[in-house]
């Protein structure tokens, strides 16, 4: 069969790998499926083409991803500022419900007119406060305040705590040691 140089050209398509090591390895590859580079690019090439007409039109093109990637990153950049944002509202949220909880044991026995004034109503005490203490045996007050998230510059959260363990220690639930606080039940 003798083909024309026309024929020759018009069938040739000429391909640069970004680099010689990349040649070598597709040689290589080549070599190892015992067939020629020309053969193993068109199998290749062949093989991609039916995968992308199987998927028909779900094969998004090198543009197309990077655009998608793109939108997808923009999309993260969001969800992350709104996600900080949202932690910080919690963490608003959370310091203003403890104060909220501490407030009954901050207002306790005052003189009003002479005369001691006695705390009325209902006292929640802190569940955490409570669980801390059973499981801990002992624990002391700087251990307390970290455990519950409280700094000591929330001088008022540290009194309400400060507080409970005392009623606490009045109904004989809890005891001072030289270590700490001790849950007697």
């Known amino acids: 069969m003798v083909l024309k140089n026309n024929q020759l050209?018009?069938?040739a398509i000429y391909v640069y790998l970004p680099t010689v090591d990349m040649a070598d390895e597709w040689k290589s590859k080549a070599d190892k499926a015992s067939l020629s580079v020309s053969k193993f690019v068109i199998e290749h090439v062949e093989n991609s083409l039916k995968q992308e007409d199987e998927?028909?039109?779900s094969f998004a093109s090198r543009a197309?991803?990077?655009k998608h990637l793109e939108e997808k990153e923009e999309e993260n950049v969001s969800l992350k500022n709104?996600?900080?944002m949202l932690k910080m509202l919690a963490d608003n949220f959370d310091k203003?419900?403890?104060k909220y909880r501490a407030r009954?044991?901050?207002e306790y026995d005052t003189e009003h007119?002479?005369?001691t004034k006695k705390f009325q109503g209902i006292r929640e005490y802190d569940k955490e406060l409570i669980q801390l203490l059973k499981e801990q045996g002992t624990i002391d007050s700087d251990r307390i305040l970290k455990e519950l998230g409280i700094r000591p510059k929330d001088t008022d959260l540290v009194k309400a705590i400060s507080r409970q363990l005392e009623l606490?220690?009045?109904y004989r639930l809890v005891a001072p040691t030289v270590r700490g606080w001790r849950w007697v039940e």
Do not use: S
Request: net charge positive; charged share 50%.
């Open 104 to 106: 009954p044991f901050l």
């Open 113 to 115: 007119k002479g005369r």
């Open 55 to 57: 998927r028909k039109g």
């Open 64 to 66: 197309e991803l990077l």
């Open 82 to 84: 709104e996600n900080r």
């Open 168 to 170: 606490l220690q009045e």
């Open 9 to 11: 050209t018009d069938r």
């Open 96 to 98: 203003e419900l403890k």
